[in-house]
């Protein structure tokens, strides 16, 4: 049977996420914790596969205690079984101590669990913002990695192969590799489906593998958390614009503004620069 | 105390010189990022008193080896074969990797596309170094830190952090498209070219790109003179279409804010602001848009604005050079049709007389 692992992450829901007019700062108060909604994408093409050929699923995090929570809804939705893995040690990560650790993990679970064919994760997350650390797992693991997922066409599990659309830029390339593979997942990869009824009531009840450091003897402290991340933030701000107070336009009707406006931009010269005149 | 200083103290990065810029390509075509980035290495690189170079990476791509140097390269690596006409990411990081590890540049930048993430963030691992995404600002202290300020946007967009990487070369970033400025290619430039081997020529690659489906559009912000822009205040899909028979009847191209993207309402190509592109257009319409920072970063450089909004207090007010509240499903239409009563009096001299 496939044995799929869905990489996710908690993360504040960024777009609740204020500044402080006054102090210029985050107000991260009441800001609620979500699964990465990217996230939710790989997990449902995942379990869609799991419904079509029969699969695992195992869904892993890295993230504080209350991280559990994200991952009982991934229970709920119907993934096999839940890794947390937590430690202080852990904090501070920025995406290359990150990727180190989920590697590690993504070995663990292979060898207590069984060898891994696919590995999702979302094409970034929320809060990071950078798409760095599905590629970074595909590297250390030595998976083929496909990035920019906004379809899966076929899973075949005998020639163990599977084709996708990766969406670029440009337009759509069709893609195909071998397992095991790493895919990141974009929204439009699928519509993520409402947990069941027992779903919910089994993640209910479930707890999760907890994983510390101590759980993984080989693991290097220099390359975890902080000490293990080369990037530092050195200063934050918020961005000013030039601002120019130009005037108001007013009128009572439409055609009257409409032509008041026109007039001044004949009259101006944008008019020259842009050939009406 | 001293130990503490020497603690601090950045390792010795002499061998590292240059800043190195990726060129990206499909089909013998140069993405324009390539040349932003160009642009903006050429500024590093200059502060720093180094070389900038570039790597082109394709199958028959010879020209864009020379293109590179016309847009400020000193120096190109170009490296080619049949296998790699499409990009991928095994052959294409290994190359990188080698180019990297032979010729020690203390920057390396990519553009934040689909494909220059998926080839940073596999090299940045495996070097192993820092990687920045999706920057908006660059600049280096001068020597001797000679530290790369890697500034991008942050928090959904309402916050801008600077990134170092200290400890680790080189230091590495992804750009965004449309935010830096190339500069005017010149045919007279002169550099040099460097031909490297492919070093998986003849290997069995696992992946295979079966096929390439071109979607570019017809929107193309960065170059378009004149935005119309529309914003939450739209409400919906339908909407727009007010928007695009303004846009059509003065040649220009629909603009939206991320909310409008977000929402789904129109494509992302369409997305001015910071996660979407920057823009300088000669004229450029916000309408229904509440200005907020994120936006505005992306449009205050255009030569005239116009704000329409229901709200009299909506800060997109303070940057624009015309202000109209008011209601857009009234005004948008009002304007398109005075932009069509002027077009046919210039096109016919004697209608000037009923204007």
Known sequence: ?277 | MSTEQNNEQMPDWSQYRGVLVFVEQRSGTAKKVSWQLLGAGKKLADKLEVPLMAFVIGDQVDHLADEAIYYGADRVFLCQGPELQDYRTRPYSRITLKLIEEHKPEICLFGATGTGRDLAGAIATHLPTGLTADTTELDVEPHPSRLLLASRPAFSEKMMATILCKQYRPQMATARAGVFQALPRDPERKGEIVLIANPTEGEQIATEVVNFIEQTGTVNLEEAEIIVSGGRGLGGIEPFRLLKELADELGGQVGASRACVDAGWIAHEHQVGQTGYTVRPKLYFAIGISGAVQHTVGMAGSDVIIAINKDENAPIFQFAHYGIVGDLFQIVPAITAEVKKRKAAKEDPTMAFKV
């Open chain 1, 1 to 277: 049977m496939l044995h799929i692992v869905v990489c996710i992450k908690q993360v504040p829901d960024s777009r609740e996420i204020r500044i402080d007019p006054v102090t210029n700062t985050l107000i991260r108060q009441g800001v609620p914790s979500i699964v990465n909604f990217y996230d939710l994408h790989g997990l449902e093409e995942a379990l869609r596969i799991k419904d079509e050929l029969g699969a695992c699923v195992t869904v892993v995090t890295m993230g504080p205690p209350p991280a559990e929570k994200s991952l009982k809804e991934c229970i709920s939705l119907g993934a096999d079984r839940a890794v947390l893995v937590t430690d202080r040690k852990f904090a501070g990560a920025d995406t290359l101590a990150t990727s180190y650790v989920l590697a590690k993990t993504l070995e663990k679970v292979a060898e207590e669990f069984g060898a891994i064919d696919m590995v999702f994760c979302g094409k970034q997350t929320l809060d990071g913002d950078t798409g760095q650390v599905g590629p970074g797992i595909a590297c250390r693991l030595d998976l083929e990695q496909l990035t920019y997922v906004g379809k899966v066409i076929h899973v075949d599990p005998e020639k163990r192969r599977v084709r996708v659309e990766r969406k670029l830029e440009d337009g759509i390339e069709v893609v195909e590799t071998s397992f095991p593979v790493l895919i990141t997942a974009l929204k439009e990869l699928n519509k993520v489906r409402r947990a069941p009824m027992p779903g919910m009531i089994r993640a209910a009840r479930f707890k999760p593998t907890v994983w510390t450091t101590n759980d993984f003897p080989d693991i290097e402290i220099s390359k975890i958390g902080l000490k293990g991340s080369p990037t530092i933030v050195s200063k934050t701000w918020v961005p000013e614009v030039r601002k120019v107070n130009g005037e108001k336009i007013a009128g009572v009707a439409p055609e009257q503004i409409a032509e008041q406006l026109m007039e001044k931009l004949w009259g101006s010269e944008l008019a020259q620069k842009l050939g009406w005149a």
